[in-house]
């Protein structure tokens, strides 16, 4: 009895703090996603006002699309390259502005602007530097590199976007790490001194593994945008040369508009989520592991 | 103190009441704005004698390039028809119309008039007033109906007749001593190309765009497999049936043929790809180059350099060596937009309004210098006698009254542009041949819906 009361009082006091903001979730992210996986069933074109039930042919087809498969191994080649860059740039960024040099505030400003501009914009900007600036440069000063446009050659082209998707990024996971950074206690460090650790020592084996949990959060973050990443790849290359840049977000978004095949691209975008969720789990599961605590 | 933590969750409670109230009286105002909008329904018959009423009806508008003038011949419109308010919604640059109107459907907030791919139209038809009784059925040009009569119904209105082909530069032609109207074969064009570029000019811009190469290019392959309609359809459906072998296929080759000659006079034949849309109209406004691929829709940005209203033209794609067959004198010419309306999520006021503005386009006089002056449309309709004013259109016009035209392919499968013309992109840079390109093609084909 009394049990069941302190369930009763727990469910309300959760209701009335909670409720509100989990009515919303339950309406705009639970719901639409299971009726998407449903839609996966289903051979409905985005529109008709009927569709009929179809088991899973839909995800046979997805195993079956080569060019899926090849956008999604090119997803995960630009997602290796652009997380990696990404923390080596934003730690190396950080380091630097917290050793204090001077004007460090406007530094730390200016590197997080980027990421203040929307993709689009942003990628509309670094289209003119690829393929009119850089050319332009390229053809003055007789640089053969940037003779040519970079977006109209496909390897070129995903060197672009991985140098775009670095720079928009860098900023962000570069603000994460300083509050990291200036977060490690400075007795630590200053114990590491007296023991005789020099500059490079104190940084491997002090402040790196105090910093982990930053590692932790700016790996995820950039590993979940770098797979999601859409509006750059539109506005930068739109897919091409000859589709040789489309990311899996594209691929998934073209199959069910413009295809108009609204079933598969649903599976599509449900077989993304699992493995996007699979990899990202598994990240901070390690990651998690190797937090230490001074 | 336990007095004090119930007054607090009782407070809270009442809080959240209050926003979820909120909430509440928002989404009721919203309605009862839809309903608004949507005519008051339930007091149809009592107000039809209301002319005070304002009945508000939207167009999704998927010509972007022409929004600004679209709105001014809403304002027009609503001067002469007080009662009727139409705004233009449109579908951003790189959105297709068909994820837009999706949306809007999802929404249940699906315009009143709905501007379309002709490939768009028989996926809407349970959506989309049967237009078969209308007054401009009786006006509308030869086959501009054919590709939206579903079943012995109009689905929608045909709204805006294009053509493309080369596009030239009477100018540098002069100069160079081509006359266009001559040029009947591949061999022709060469030459034409050729003296271009010995008067000291470019002689030809490709547009490595996969919506031009595989949206307007190829398709003139297709298109000109026969003069007759329903032969071209059979070749399609054939296509994708995988019985069509495109290596033996003279139309197919012939046009390679040309394109492959094309490619050694492109004035960007060092990076193929790297040219834009934007670049191409500036060479061609600008009086840099001689010959360009494109169609009649880039008028207004050609205009924008050159500044006047004259000295450019259409010309065929010749596909072989021999004047006479067909499709070596004739551009395509088709209806590459329509008109639906809704009445699905429309009452039946804001259908006989949009019907209104269908007709207004049409037959005033405003409407149609709208729709030719102002937007540069050519109109798919016998009574609209207005003269275009761009020389594009002029020439259109001109291939249309002596029937030289060829079908302008818009029925193809939704994605044949994007994905095919990958494939035209690959072969424009060299990255493949002739017979992988013919393989992706013929992949294509067989797995399109």
């Given at each position: 009895m009394n049990r069941e009361k302190s369930f009763i009082k727990k469910l309300s006091t959760y209701l009335v703090f909670a409720g509100p903001a989990t009515f919303a979730f339950i309406t705009v992210i639970i719901l639409p996603f299971l009726f998407g996986i449903y839609l996966t069933f289903t051979d409905w074109n985005g529109i008709s006002s009927t569709h009929s039930f179809i088991g899973f042919k839909n995800y046979l087809s997805v195993f079956q699309d080569k060019t899926f498969f090849n956008s999604f191994l090119l997803t995960i080649k630009y997602v290796f390259f652009t997380v990696i860059l990404t923390n080596i740039v934003a730690f190396l960024l950080a380091f630097i502005l917290t050793?204090?040099?001077?004007?460090q505030n406007l530094f730390r400003s200016g590197f997080f602007t980027p990421n203040l501009i929307g993709g689009v914009l942003l990628g509309y900007i670094w289209q003119f530097i690829f393929s009119n600036v850089l050319v332009y440069i390229g053809n003055n000063f007789n640089l053969p590199i940037f003779s040519s446009s970079w977006l109209s050659n496909p390897d070129k082209a995903f060197w672009a976007m991985v140098i775009v998707g670095v720079w928009q990024y860098s900023g962000y996971m570069m603000i994460i790490y300083i509050s990291g950074l200036m977060n490690v206690p400075k007795d630590i460090i200053e114990a590491a001194s007296i023991d005789g650790a020099g500059g490079f020592r104190r940084l491997i084996n002090v402040t790196l593994p105090m910093m982990v949990p930053s590692f932790t959060v700016c790996i995820f973050l950039s590993l979940q945008r770098t797979f999601m990443v859409y509006d750059v790849n539109l506005a930068l290359t739109k897919g091409g040369p000859f589709k040789s840049t489309e990311l899996i977000s594209m691929t998934v978004y073209n199959k069910a508009f413009l295809s108009q095949d609204y079933g598969v691209g649903q599976a599509q975008a449900f077989f993304l989520f699992l493995i996007v969720a699979t990899i990202t789990l598994v990240q901070v599961y390690f990651s998690k592991k190797m937090e230490v605590e001074a | 103190m336990k007095g004090f933590k119930r007054l607090s969750l009782i407070m809270a409670f009442v809080l959240m009441i209050g926003v979820l109230a909120g909430c509440g009286s928002k989404n009721t105002a919203s309605t009862s704005e839809q309903e608004l909008a949507s005519g008051n329904k339930q007091s149809d018959s009592s107000s039809a004698?209301?002319?005070n009423k304002v009945i508000e009806i939207t167009m999704l508008n998927?010509?972007?390039?022409i929004q600004a003038q679209l709105e001014e011949a809403a304002k027009a419109f609503t001067e002469e028809n007080p009662n009727i308010k139409l705004d233009i919604v449109v579908a951003e640059a790189g959105q297709s119309p068909f994820e837009k109107i999706s949306v809007m459907y999802a929404a249940g907030n699906a315009p009143a008039l709905a501007m379309l791919d002709p490939v768009d139209i028989p996926n809407l038809a349970d959506k989309f007033l049967d237009l078969s009784n209308e007054k401009w059925i009786a006006d509308a040009a030869n086959n501009s109906l054919d590709n939206v009569t579903l079943d012995g119904k109009v689905m929608a209105f045909p709204f805006a007749v294009e053509g493309a082909g080369f596009i030239y530069n009477k100018a540098i032609l002069d100069q160079a001593g081509v006359d266009p109207t001559a040029i009947k074969t591949t061999k022709d064009l060469e030459d034409a190309f050729n003296k271009v570029k010995a008067a000291g000019f470019e002689a030809l811009a490709i547009s490595p765009m996969d919506w031009s190469l595989a949206g307007h290019f190829l398709p003139i392959s297709y298109a000109t497999q026969s003069s007759n309609f329903a032969d071209v359809n059979k070749f399609l459906n054939n296509l994708k049936a995988g019985s069509v072998d495109l290596k033996a296929n003279k139309p197919f080759n012939g046009l390679m043929d040309t394109f492959d000659m094309m490619k050694q006079y492109n004035m960007y034949k060092n990076d193929p790809l790297a040219a834009t849309y934007e670049s191409n109209q500036q060479a061609m406004g600008s009086g840099e180059v001689g010959f360009w691929f494109m169609g009649n829709w880039t008028w207004p940005q050609i205009y924008e350099f050159a500044q006047v209203n004259e000295g450019f033209g259409f010309m065929p794609v010749p596909?072989?060596?021999?004047?006479?067959?067909?499709?070596?004198t004739g551009i395509p010419v088709g209806v590459t937009k329509y008109i639906g309306i809704d009445k699905v999520n429309n009452s039946e006021e804001q259908q006989a309004a949009a019907k209104q503005f269908l007709e207004w386009l049409v037959y005033s006089e405003k409407g149609q210098d709208m729709i030719v002056n102002k937007a540069n449309i050519i109109p798919a309709f016998n009574n609209i006698t207005l003269e275009p004013q761009d020389p594009l259109a002029k020439s259109i016009k001109e291939y249309m009254a002596s029937g030289k035209t060829i079908q302008f392919m818009t029925t193809m499968p939704a994605d044949h542009w994007a994905e095919v013309g990958a494939s035209m992109q690959k072969y424009l840079s060299d990255m493949i041949d002739r017979n992988t390109l013919i393989e992706e093609i013929e992949t294509y084909w067989k797995n399109a819906k």
């Amino acid at each position: 009895m009394n049990r069941e009361k302190s369930f009763i009082k727990k469910l309300s006091t959760y209701l009335v703090f909670a409720g509100p903001a989990t009515f919303a979730f339950i309406t705009v992210i639970i719901l639409p996603f299971l009726f998407g996986i449903y839609l996966t069933f289903t051979d409905w074109n985005g529109i008709s006002s009927t569709h009929s039930f179809i088991g899973f042919k839909n995800y046979l087809s997805v195993f079956q699309d080569k060019t899926f498969f090849n956008s999604f191994l090119l997803t995960i080649k630009y997602v290796f390259f652009t997380v990696i860059l990404t923390n080596i740039v934003a730690f190396l960024l950080a380091f630097i502005l917290t050793s204090g040099v001077k004007g460090q505030n406007l530094f730390r400003s200016g590197f997080f602007t980027p990421n203040l501009i929307g993709g689009v914009l942003l990628g509309y900007i670094w289209q003119f530097i690829f393929s009119n600036v850089l050319v332009y440069i390229g053809n003055n000063f007789n640089l053969p590199i940037f003779s040519s446009s970079w977006l109209s050659n496909p390897d070129k082209a995903f060197w672009a976007m991985v140098i775009v998707g670095v720079w928009q990024y860098s900023g962000y996971m570069m603000i994460i790490y300083i509050s990291g950074l200036m977060n490690v206690p400075k007795d630590i460090i200053e114990a590491a001194s007296i023991d005789g650790a020099g500059g490079f020592r104190r940084l491997i084996n002090v402040t790196l593994p105090m910093m982990v949990p930053s590692f932790t959060v700016c790996i995820f973050l950039s590993l979940q945008r770098t797979f999601m990443v859409y509006d750059v790849n539109l506005a930068l290359t739109k897919g091409g040369p000859f589709k040789s840049t489309e990311l899996i977000s594209m691929t998934v978004y073209n199959k069910a508009f413009l295809s108009q095949d609204y079933g598969v691209g649903q599976a599509q975008a449900f077989f993304l989520f699992l493995i996007v969720a699979t990899i990202t789990l598994v990240q901070v599961y390690f990651s998690k592991k190797m937090e230490v605590e001074a | 103190m336990k007095g004090f933590k119930r007054l607090s969750l009782i407070m809270a409670f009442v809080l959240m009441i209050g926003v979820l109230a909120g909430c509440g009286s928002k989404n009721t105002a919203s309605t009862s704005e839809q309903e608004l909008a949507s005519g008051n329904k339930q007091s149809d018959s009592s107000s039809a004698s209301d002319t005070n009423k304002v009945i508000e009806i939207t167009m999704l508008n998927s010509k972007g390039e022409i929004q600004a003038q679209l709105e001014e011949a809403a304002k027009a419109f609503t001067e002469e028809n007080p009662n009727i308010k139409l705004d233009i919604v449109v579908a951003e640059a790189g959105q297709s119309p068909f994820e837009k109107i999706s949306v809007m459907y999802a929404a249940g907030n699906a315009p009143a008039l709905a501007m379309l791919d002709p490939v768009d139209i028989p996926n809407l038809a349970d959506k989309f007033l049967d237009l078969s009784n209308e007054k401009w059925i009786a006006d509308a040009a030869n086959n501009s109906l054919d590709n939206v009569t579903l079943d012995g119904k109009v689905m929608a209105f045909p709204f805006a007749v294009e053509g493309a082909g080369f596009i030239y530069n009477k100018a540098i032609l002069d100069q160079a001593g081509v006359d266009p109207t001559a040029i009947k074969t591949t061999k022709d064009l060469e030459d034409a190309f050729n003296k271009v570029k010995a008067a000291g000019f470019e002689a030809l811009a490709i547009s490595p765009m996969d919506w031009s190469l595989a949206g307007h290019f190829l398709p003139i392959s297709y298109a000109t497999q026969s003069s007759n309609f329903a032969d071209v359809n059979k070749f399609l459906n054939n296509l994708k049936a995988g019985s069509v072998d495109l290596k033996a296929n003279k139309p197919f080759n012939g046009l390679m043929d040309t394109f492959d000659m094309m490619k050694q006079y492109n004035m960007y034949k060092n990076d193929p790809l790297a040219a834009t849309y934007e670049s191409n109209q500036q060479a061609m406004g600008s009086g840099e180059v001689g010959f360009w691929f494109m169609g009649n829709w880039t008028w207004p940005q050609i205009y924008e350099f050159a500044q006047v209203n004259e000295g450019f033209g259409f010309m065929p794609v010749p596909i072989s060596n021999n004047p006479d067959d067909y499709g070596n004198t004739g551009i395509p010419v088709g209806v590459t937009k329509y008109i639906g309306i809704d009445k699905v999520n429309n009452s039946e006021e804001q259908q006989a309004a949009a019907k209104q503005f269908l007709e207004w386009l049409v037959y005033s006089e405003k409407g149609q210098d709208m729709i030719v002056n102002k937007a540069n449309i050519i109109p798919a309709f016998n009574n609209i006698t207005l003269e275009p004013q761009d020389p594009l259109a002029k020439s259109i016009k001109e291939y249309m009254a002596s029937g030289k035209t060829i079908q302008f392919m818009t029925t193809m499968p939704a994605d044949h542009w994007a994905e095919v013309g990958a494939s035209m992109q690959k072969y424009l840079s060299d990255m493949i041949d002739r017979n992988t390109l013919i393989e992706e093609i013929e992949t294509y084909w067989k797995n399109a819906k």
